[in-house]
Structure formats: C-alpha cells, structure tokens
C-alpha cells in the first residue's frame, strides 16, 4: 500500500522526469571531451597506416630499385611502375604512380619492399583538389619522403621493436 | 508615457499636418519595431543558446568557429540561409507555398502585442487580451498546414495533418489551463493578471495552480512543436515535415516563427504563473530594498530566460513520444486534470483562500 502511494507520488511529481533532467544538468558542467582537431590531435600509432613516400638514401640516391614487388603484391593494383637501365648500370624507376582511390592501406607495398624504399607515414589528413589528382606520382612521393623524414623514421624505429 | 505624450504634443506644434491619428499611427510603429528588433535578435541567440547548451549537455562544445566562442554563429547562420536559392516544388501552388511561411511568422509576432514587459510598457492593453493571444497562437498553426498542403509532397502533408491533430488536443488543455488563471485574477487582461499577483513570490500563481503550470508547460512544448513533441518535424520518421519542402529564406521565416513561439510562451508562462514583472524579493525584508533599483523588465527576461533555458534542457534530455502516446497524454490525462482543477479553483474561489483570492 505504502509502495503504491509512493509510486503515485513520484509519477505524479514527475519523478523519472525529474531523474532523467538531473543527468542531463550534470553533463552541462561536465568537463567537455571534444579535441578541436586541426589544433589538437589524438594520439597516433606508429602502425598507423596512412598516405605513402618513397625514401632516399642520406646521400640523396633514390631506395626504390623498381624490383616491383609492391606492384605484385597491391591487392588493388594501386600501383603501377616503369623502369629503366641506368648509365652506371643500376636499375631505376622512371615512374611510381599510386592510384589513392584505389589502394586500400593495407601496408602490402610496405612489407615487400626489400629495401624499405616505399612506407606509409602518419598522414591521414590530405586532400586531392581534382579527381585526377588521386593519382600521385614518383615526385611527390619523394617530395612527402623528403618532408615528413623526422616522423617517419621515427614512426618506424618505435616500430621495429614489435617486428621479429 | 509622459515622455511621449510630450514628445507628441511637440510634434503636434511643429508640423502642421500632424494630428492625433498619425501620432497614433507613429507611436505603434514605434512601438513594434522597438518590440520586434529585439525579438529577432533574441531569437537568433536563442538559436545559438540551444545549440550550444545541448552541445554542452552532451559533452560537445557546440559552436566555436564563427567570431570569439562562436558569438557570431547565429550572423554567419542567417547570412547563409539568405543568401540560398529558395526551390519551389513543380507541382506546388507557389502562391499558397510562400503564404505559408508569412502565415507563420505573422502570428507569432503579432501575439506579442498584448505582452506587458513592465507596468504600463507594452505595444497596446487590449481588455481580452488572454484570448487575443489563445485566438492569434491558434492561427499561427495554418502556416503549417497550408505548408504541408502548398508542397504537394506525402512528407509535409503528414507534418501538416499531425500539425493540426496536436493542435485541436492541445489548444483545449492550454485553454481550460489559461481559464484557472482568469478565474482567480477575475480578469483575462494579461496587465490586470500580472498585477493580482502582486505581493511576495507566494503571492504568484504558480502554487494554486502547480498542476496547471505543469500542464501548460508541456502543452506548450507540444504547441510549439518542441521536443519531445517534436512530431511535426519528426527528422526519423518524416525527414523534416513541413519543412521538407523549404530552403533559404523561406525555410529561415519558418524557423524564426518556431523559435518566436517558443520565446513567446516563455513569457506567457511568466506572465500567467510567475508574476510577469514583479520582483521574487517583494515584502522580504531587507532584499527588498537591495533589489528595489532593478526594472520590472529585468525580472521578466530573467524569468523568461530560465523557461527558454527549460526548453532546451528538456529537449536535450528526453527521446521523442509516440504519436498516439501524446493523443492519449492530452485527451486522457491533461484534459481530465485541468477539468477537475477548475473546479479546485473555482472551490478555492468560493473559500477565499489568502492570499490568492
């Protein structure tokens, strides 16, 4: 009897209501946990498998030796490579396209090549400004190696020690 | 009044074509776009408030970009959706289609006439004015109606009839609700209502008439298509209702009809329950005086505020009814209580209950 006069009390007062707008007043002073991305940033795995580069030597001679084994082993044929006889008899690329809307990510490229010419970086946050632009060649790949050089090394040296 | 009644006599010396019709005439549109500037102002924060006071509520920061802390979100806003195409439907009646939004909108501006923001400041004392304003926030629902007809679209003609379905349940409970109010005040002038409460914060009709408040509230939760009531709209179930059809401008009036409403029955509540202008100190001692220099004004807005901000708070916490479910909250349980507390009322009348009666 007790029980059921408290009940009628609460529904006639409101109470779930009541119970339901006190949380939501709670929250209001809460403390926020949106991250204002373009000024901060979550943290990123060194795994984490975003836009390529091809890396150079410290002397500046190109790794890739167009043994195109990431051409074979792209599961979404990404990549398409042409290469040539070089004077001094070394064998070079003379084009390193990537198709960004068709590569998937999944790091394939990166674990074939046996001289660690082709990587994914950190970089996640590129834009194309036409749709022929998915397609990024040999230049700017170098030029993403360049430029990102400190960070991917890094990446990847937090990397090694989970490689057997 | 004195200021303008002098202000007038001037005129009246100074230009010779100048007579007592065209004072008139001055003074009203004096007095509405004194009223309708701020209004549009408030509305548009009010839109800035909500997005923010949500956002906060659940844990987002709701807008930054636009200006310092996003101050100039709602500008940015209204730039936006006046510079947009305004589509019409191929099939729809354009006539009837750009109606609808005025037929919103003049409604809710209109209401405002009657409104006392302090003693002897408001646009005109009508003698009904409570059913000045029961008659005009009816009309305001054609608006959507005749947008959902005018789109020639299933998704707005569905907001429409549910539009008008919640209406005719509602406006009866708002009514029979607003009628224990002028039966104690024995007068349905809102300036003769807000001055029967005059007093201390028991003196209010709040405490007589709890059930009431209450009531009337979510009636008019329901009246301004507001969450959780927000069937109209209903984003799940009809896309966007009336508006489905609306963009730019248009769609903007509509918006700014919906947010006026909401502001508006803020005050209504004040006005009715929480002692329109009167401070919440009177006859206490020593705050009285403390708080003596703050206008009546003042008081309403910050009342008014709080009820806006429980607007947005309710929305932000509870998911939307079923529609049948507000069929049966309006037709079974509102319609009976206020009913009943008529005769409550009309009881505590006969008894003379201190210190309402």
Known sequence: MIKKIKKIVKDFSLGELRGGLKITAKELVNKKVTIQFPEERTPISPRFRGLHALMLYPNGEERCIACKLCEAVCPANAITIESELRSDNTRRTTRYDIDLFKCIFCGFCEEACPVDAIVETQIFDYVFESRKGSVINKENLIEVGKKHKDSIIKAKSEDLKYII | ?357
């Open chain 2, 1 to 357: 009044m004195e200021l303008w009644q002098s202000f007038v006599n001037w005129l009246d010396l100074a230009i010779p074509w100048f007579d007592g019709a065209v004072a008139n005439m001055l003074i009203i549109l004096i007095k509405s776009i004194a009223l309708v500037m701020p209004l549009m102002l408030a509305v548009a924060y009010f839109t800035y408030a909500e997005r923010k006071i949500i956002g906060y509520m659940q844990l987002r920061v709701g807008p930054n970009r636009v200006g310092p802390r996003g101050w100039l979100q709602p500008i940015a806003d209204a730039l936006k959706l006046m510079t947009k195409e305004i589509i019409f439907p191929s099939k729809s009646n354009i006539y009837l289609f750009l109606l609808a939004p005025v037929l919103a909108i003049a409604p809710a501006i209109a209401v405002w006439a009657v409104i006392p923001f302090d003693k002897g400041i408001y646009v005109t004392n009508l003698d009904v004015s409570l059913l000045y304003v029961l008659a005009i926030g009816s009309i305001g629902v054609y608006g959507i109606i005749l947008a959902g007809w005018a789109s020639n679209s299933k998704y707005p003609l569905l907001g429409a009839l549910r539009s008008a379905s919640l209406l005719v349940s509602y406006e009866i409970v708002i009514g029979f609700a607003l009628v224990t109010v002028a039966m104690i005040a024995g007068s349905v002038n809102l300036n003769t209502i807000v001055e029967a409460q005059r007093g201390s914060i028991i003196h209010w009709y709040w405490i007589p008439l709890l059930p009431m408040v209450i009531i009337f509230f979510i009636s008019a939760l329901v009246e301004t298509n507001r969450a959780p009531f927000d069937v109209v709209e209903g984003e799940s179930e009809i896309v966007g209702g009336t508006h489905v059809e609306y963009s730019g401008m248009t769609f903007a009036v509509f918006f700014l009809a919906e947010y006026a409403n909401m502001i508006f029955m803020s005050v209504l509540t004040v006005i009715m329950f929480f002692g329109g202008w009167h401070s919440p100190f009177e006859n206490i001692l020593y705050l009285e005086q403390l708080f003596s220099w703050v206008p009546g004004i003042i008081w309403l807005l910050i009342k008014t505020t709080f009820f806006m901000f429980l607007y947005l708070w309710i929305r932000a916490t509870f998911p939307r009814f079923r529609y049948d479910q507000i069929m049966r909250l309006s037709w079974k349980v509102f319609l009976p209580i206020t009913i009943v507390w008529i005769f409550v009322v009309a009881l505590m009348t006969q008894l003379k209950l201190a210190p309402w009666f």
